[in-house]
C-alpha cells in the first residue's frame, strides 16, 4: 500500500485548519471512504492529544519499571517451579492451569530463558494527577494504527511522539537485533485468523517497512504470512517471498497471535519445532506466563512484597503499586474459618469467599472481573465485567463463570478505577468543525525492549464519551496519537 502525497498538506495557519484527509489510510479496517463523517468506525481528533511534559516523563520513567515487572514475572515463575527456593510452589501451578504440556515444555527451553517479549504496551486510564494501571499487553494489537496515524499527523504539520526513525524503523531495528550476525534477516509477522481485526493494520506496517517512508530506506526483507503458508524445508521454516513468490528462508518470526489459539493455528507445530530446534527467532517467546493478567493481582499479594521489593526495588515496587489497582485471583477453594480475603472489604464488610460478592450492592460492586489471558475472552474488552454496570443476577451469573472456570482459565477481580473526566475535542470530518466534549481516556504508550534499551516508540490516546464505563475502540470514541504540549501553550 504506497502513501498518497499531495501537493499541498497542509492549509491555514494552524495545521487544524484544514487537514489533509488524503493521508489517512483506506484500508477496511479504517473505512473506504477517508472523507465521509461515519467511515472510520471512530472519530478523528483536530490534533494529537496532547501531554505535560511531566506526563512524558513519567511515561518514559514507565517503560523500564515495565521491563523490570515482566523480569520479575519470568523470575518467579521459575522459582516457583523449584523446590530448592522458598518461593511458593502455587504460583507455578496457577500459571499453569488450562495450558497444554508442550506449551509449558516449550517455556521452560533453556534457549529461552532470557527471552521476553520486545513489545510492551500498557492501558493506563488517565486521571488528573496520574492515572490507572489496568492492563500490560505482550502482544498488542495497534502497532499499525499508531504507524498510520503518526504518519497522518506528522504529514499534517504535527510533531507526534515517536523515535527519530519513526514507529516502523524503530519497529525493524527492534526485530533486527534478534540476529545480531545477520543484520538484513527476512522477518516474518506471522497473523492469525483470530486476529484477523488487526490483518489491516499490520499490513499497513509491514507494507510502509517494505516500501520505505520519509524517515526510513525501504526494506524488502520482511512480509505479513499467514500461518497456512508456512514450511519447513531443508530443515529451514520457509514462506513465500512476497516479491518473488519463491521459496524464501524465515529468519525471524514477529508473533502475532495468542497462546490459547494454538490448536486453530495450521502449521503452528512447525514454528514450535523451528524455535525448539534454533532455526528461528521468534518474539513474542512462547512463554504464556509473562502474559497473564494475573500477575497485576500477585503484585498486591502479601506473601510476595519482599520478592517485588527485591526485584524491583523498593520505590519501583511501591509505585507500580499505586498505579495498578488492588486485585485478587478469583480462587472457589475453600478458607479455614479463621481466614479471610486480604484487603477485600467492600462497603467494610468481611469476605471469606468469593461468592458471597454475589450479595453487594450496586455502589459495593464497584470491581471489575475478567479472565486472565490464556482464553478467547482474555483480550480486547472481552470477558470484562464491571460490577456496578450490570444488575445483581448478571453480576451474580458472572462470578459463577468465573469460579467454575478456575481449573481452565483464572479469572482476576479488580477494584473499579474510573479515569477522570478531561476535555477532548473531535473534529467533523464532514464540516471541518471542531466540537468540544467531556472525554475519560486511556493512554496506551508502546514500548520497544532493544538491547536493554526501551524506547518509548508512541502512544495512543483513546478518549470516549464520559459516560461510558470500558474505554477501548469504540465508533464514538477519539484516537489520536500524543504530542508534549510545550510550557505556555494554551
Given at each position: 500500500?504506497s502513501?498518497?502525497?499531495?501537493?499541498?498538506?497542509?492549509a491555514g495557519t494552524h495545521?487544524?485548519?484544514?487537514?489533509d484527509f488524503?493521508?489517512?489510510?483506506t484500508?477496511p479496517?479504517?473505512?473506504?471512504?477517508s472523507?465521509?463523517?461515519?467511515a472510520?468506525?471512530?472519530?478523528?481528533s483536530?490534533?494529537?492529544?496532547?501531554?505535560?511534559p511531566?506526563?512524558w516523563?513519567?511515561?518514559q520513567?514507565?517503560?523500564?519499571i515495565?521491563v523490570?515487572?515482566t523480569k520479575?514475572?519470568?523470575t518467579l515463575?521459575k522459582?516457583s517451579q523449584?523446590?530448592?527456593l522458598s518461593?511458593?510452589?502455587w504460583?507455578?501451578?496457577l500459571y499453569?492451569?488450562?495450558?497444554p504440556?508442550?506449551?509449558?515444555q516449550?517455556?521452560?527451553?533453556k534457549r529461552l530463558?532470557?527471552?521476553?517479549p520486545?513489545v510492551?504496551?500498557?492501558d493506563?486510564l488517565l486521571?488528573k494527577?496520574?492515572w490507572?494501571?489496568?492492563?500490560?499487553?505482550?502482544v498488542p494489537g495497534?502497532?499499525?494504527?499508531m504507524?498510520?496515524?503518526n504518519?497522518?499527523y506528522?504529514?499534517?504539520?504535527f510533531p507526534?511522539?515517536e523515535?527519530s526513525?519513526g514507529?516502523?524503523?524503530a519497529?525493524?531495528s527492534?526485530?533486527?537485533?534478534l540476529?545480531?550476525?545477520?543484520?538484513?534477516?527476512f522477518?516474518?509477522?506471522?497473523?492469525s485468523?483470530e486476529?484477523?481485526?488487526?490483518?489491516?493494520?499490520?499490513?499497513?506496517?509491514?507494507?510502509?517497512?517494505?516500501?520505505?517512508?520519509?524517515l526510513?530506506?525501504a526494506?524488502?526483507?520482511?512480509a505479513l504470512?499467514?500461518p497456512?503458508d508456512i514450511d519447513?524445508v531443508r530443515?529451514r521454516?520457509?514462506?513465500p517471498?512476497?516479491i518473488t513468490?519463491?521459496e524464501?528462508p524465515?529468519d525471524?518470526i514477529?508473533?502475532f497471535?495468542?497462546?490459547f489459539?494454538?490448536?486453530n493455528?495450521?502449521k503452528?507445530?512447525?514454528i514450535?519445532y523451528?524455535?525448539k530446534?534454533g532455526l528461528?527467532?521468534c518474539?513474542?517467546?512462547?512463554?504464556?506466563?509473562?502474559e497473564?493478567?494475573?500477575s497485576l493481582?500477585l503484585l498486591?499479594?502479601p506473601?510476595?512484597?519482599d520478592?517485588w521489593t527485591?526485584?524491583l526495588?523498593q520505590a519501583?515496587f511501591?509505585q507500580?503499586?499505586q498505579?495498578?489497582p488492588q486485585?485478587?485471583?478469583?480462587?472457589p477453594?475453600p478458607?479455614?474459618?479463621?481466614?479471610?480475603?486480604?484487603?477485600?472489604?467492600?462497603?467494610?464488610?468481611v469476605?471469606q469467599?468469593?461468592?458471597?460478592?454475589?450479595t453487594?450492592?450496586q455502589?459495593?460492586?464497584?470491581?471489575v472481573?475478567k479472565p486472565?489471558?490464556?482464553?478467547?475472552?482474555?483480550?480486547g474488552?472481552?470477558?470484562v465485567?464491571?460490577?456496578h454496570d450490570?444488575?445483581s443476577?448478571?453480576?451474580?451469573q458472572q462470578?459463577?463463570i468465573?469460579?467454575a472456570s478456575?481449573?481452565?482459565?483464572?479469572?482476576i477481580?479488580q477494584k473499579?478505577?474510573?479515569?477522570?473526566?478531561?476535555?477532548a475535542?473531535?473534529l467533523?470530518m464532514g464540516t471541518?468543525e471542531?466540537?468540544?466534549?467531556?472525554a475519560?481516556?486511556?493512554l496506551c504508550?508502546?514500548?520497544f525492549v532493544?538491547?536493554?534499551?526501551?524506547t518509548?516508540a508512541?502512544?495512543l490516546?483513546t478518549?470516549c464519551?464520559?459516560?461510558?464505563k470500558?474505554?477501548?475502540?469504540?465508533?464514538?470514541?477519539?484516537?489520536?496519537?500524543?504530542?508534549v504540549k510545550s510550557?505556555g501553550?494554551?
Open positions: 500500500m502513501h498518497p502525497s499531495p501537493s499541498n498538506p497542509i495545521p487544524s485548519a484544514s487537514l488524503s493521508y489517512l489510510p484500508s479496517l479504517y473505512g473506504k471512504d472523507a465521509s463523517d461515519n472510520l468506525g471512530w472519530q478523528l483536530p490534533e494529537p492529544f496532547s501531554l505535560t511531566a506526563q516523563e513519567d511515561l520513567a514507565l517503560g523500564n515495565l523490570k515487572f520479575a514475572v519470568d515463575y522459582q523449584n523446590p530448592n518461593t511458593p510452589d504460583i507455578a501451578e499453569d492451569q488450562g495450558k504440556d508442550g506449551l509449558k516449550l517455556a521452560g527451553l530463558k532470557s527471552q521476553l520486545l510492551i504496551r500498557p493506563l486521571k494527577d496520574g490507572t494501571l489496568c492492563e500490560i499487553d505482550a495497534g502497532l499499525g494504527f504507524t498510520a496515524l504518519h497522518f506528522r504529514q499534517n504539520g507526534v511522539i523515535s526513525q514507529l516502523p524503523g519497529f525493524l527492534l526485530l533486527q537485533t540476529t545480531p550476525d545477520n543484520p538484513q534477516p522477518i516474518a509477522v506471522v497473523l485468523d486476529a484477523g481485526d488487526y490483518r489491516a493494520e499490520m499490513s499497513w506496517l509491514v507494507d510502509t517497512i517494505q516500501q520505505g517512508s520519509d526510513l530506506p526494506y524488502p526483507h520482511i504470512i499467514h497456512k519447513l530443515d521454516l520457509v514462506c517471498n512476497p513468490g519463491q524464501q524465515i525471524v514477529y508473533r497471535f495468542e497462546l489459539d494454538l490448536p493455528i495450521p503452528v507445530e512447525l514450535q523451528a524455535v530446534k528461528v527467532k518474539t513474542p517467546p512462547f512463554k504464556p506466563h509473562v497473564e493478567k494475573l493481582a498486591h499479594h506473601v510476595l512484597a520478592f527485591k526485584e526495588g519501583d511501591q507500580l503499586k498505579w495498578v486485585g485478587w485471583i478469583v480462587d477453594a478458607l479455614p474459618p479463621q481466614a479471610i480475603i486480604a484487603n477485600l472489604n467492600p462497603g467494610g464488610k469476605i469467599d468469593f461468592l458471597q460478592l454475589k453487594l450492592s455502589k459495593e460492586r464497584e470491581l472481573l486472565s489471558g490464556f482464553s478467547p475472552l482474555g483480550w474488552s472481552r470477558g465485567t464491571i460490577g450490570h444488575s443476577e448478571s453480576w451474580g462470578l459463577d468465573a469460579m478456575f481449573g481452565q482459565t483464572p479469572y477481580l473499579f478505577e474510573a479515569a477522570d473526566v478531561l476535555p475535542q473531535r467533523e471541518g471542531i466540537r468540544d466534549f467531556q475519560r481516556v486511556r504508550p508502546y514500548y532493544e538491547n536493554e534499551q526501551v518509548l508512541g502512544v490516546a478518549a464519551p464520559a459516560d461510558k470500558l474505554i477501548h475502540g469504540m465508533k464514538d470514541a477519539v484516537l489520536a496519537p500524543c504530542q510550557p501553550l494554551k
